[in-house]
């Protein structure tokens, strides 16, 4: 094993996995990136310089985190799994630039962390190829931290990737579409085949793209009670917005009343289902409830 040859690839990763008798962690949805091209696609989706801070949630044995540490200022690395940590000191061992935290993601502080990590940084990227079984925990985390990300290149599930750049009046358009694009515009940047990881994952692959809108869609009084009402109208997806509504708020008439008035004065009308509002209806309806106030009781 040289250490002049990139960890992605078949005949390296298997030798590091040999050399410290590892097995992939179902459980921590361990699939490693054998294929250095992909990488490359997904490095240069994230446009990245050596300005540029990244955040890796995930390294694992350290072959996409060798991609972005060839161009990027730093990166900074969140593992939950202690095993690989004695491997990532060996295989990123070139790599200076690299700081690993052995930590959960989803347990991490991260207001702490951008103090403790961030004061200097100048532009943000978070890139990963993400453990499946988090994405969306991840994700959100990260959009509801607050932390200067300028933009997100995350490897997920096909299906979840779709939901999170979906339009209205699509199949795929839900509420974690809403919870993602209030923040960032998204874009299934390319599509990744099974062949290139190690274990290959029972699904089909992709890269999304996510970019801090420079200029907020929608500005709403209250994104607790925004988040809340796009929830509310996706509950039962083949109901109209109506009896979405009325299973949220309640059906007593005072309440109906409200929730008349709040539509009346969104100018939505109570007969659409859900799927085909938009982002700024949404926020429309949202104020128009707070309003009203009209908060779901839970
Ligand atoms: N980046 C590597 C690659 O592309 O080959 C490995 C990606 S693998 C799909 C997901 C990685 O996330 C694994 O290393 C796993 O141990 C780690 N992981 C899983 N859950 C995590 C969590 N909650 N916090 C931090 N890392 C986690």
Same mark, same amino acid.
Do not use: C
């Given at each position: 094993?040289?250490?002049? #040859? ?18 992939? #962690? ?8 054998? /294929?250095?091209?992909?990488? +490359?696609?997904? &490095? !240069?989706?994230?446009?990245? /310089?050596?300005?540029?801070?990244? %955040? ?29 940590? =004695?491997?990532?000191? /060996? ?7 690299? #700081?690993?935290?052995?930590?959960? &993601? ?7 962390? $951008? $103090? ?27 959009? $509801? ?5 300028? !933009? ?15 339009? =209205? !009046? ?16 998204? +874009? ?19 890269? %999304?793209?996510?970019?801090?809108? !420079?200029?907020? +869609?929608?500005?709403?009084?209250? @994104? ?27 059906? @007593? ?16 009308? =109570? ?9 700024? +209806? ?7 409830? &707070?309003? @009203? ?6």
């Amino acid at each position: 094993m040289t250490e002049f #040859k990139d960890i992605a690839t078949p005949a390296r990763t298997k030798a590091i996995l040999d050399k410290y008798q590892l097995a992939a #962690k179902k459980s921590l949805g361990q699939n490693f990136i054998v /294929d250095t091209n992909i990488l +490359e696609k997904i &490095v !240069s989706a994230g446009e990245i /310089d050596d300005q540029t801070t990244v %955040i890796e949630v995930g390294p694992g044995i350290g072959a996409l985190t060798e991609q972005i540490a060839k161009k990027a200022k730093e990166v900074i690395a969140f593992e939950i799994d202690d095993r690989l940590l =004695p491997v990532l000191a /060996d295989t990123l061992s070139p790599y200076p630039n690299v #700081k690993i935290i052995h930590q959960d &993601v989803l347990k991490a502080d991260l207001k702490t962390f $951008e $103090e403790e990590y961030l004061k200097e940084a100048e532009r943000v990227v978070v890139i990963a190829n993400l453990p499946y079984y988090v994405t969306t925990p991840i994700i959100l985390g990260f959009l $509801e931290s607050n932390l200067p990300i300028d !933009s997100m290149v995350l490897m997920m599930q096909k299906e979840v990737a779709n939901r999170l750049s979906a339009r =209205p !009046s699509t199949k795929a358009y839900g509420s974690l579409s809403i919870a993602v694009q209030y923040y960032m515009d998204a +874009e299934v940047a390319f599509i990744v085949p099974k062949t290139v990881f190690t274990p290959q994952p029972n699904v089909e692959s992709a890269v %999304i793209r996510l970019s801090r809108k !420079s200029v907020p +869609e929608v500005v709403v009084k209250d @994104e607790k009670a925004f988040f809340q009402v796009a929830r509310a109208a996706f509950v039962q997806r083949r109901k109209t917005l109506w009896n979405n509504l009325q299973s949220a708020y309640g059906k @007593e008439p005072e309440i109906k009343e409200k929730l008349q008035r709040a539509l009346d004065q969104a100018e939505i009308d =109570p007969k659409r289902r859900g799927e085909t509002l938009s982002l700024k +209806e949404f926020g429309r309806l949202s104020d128009a409830l &707070v309003a @009203e106030q009209l908060t779901v009781l839970k």
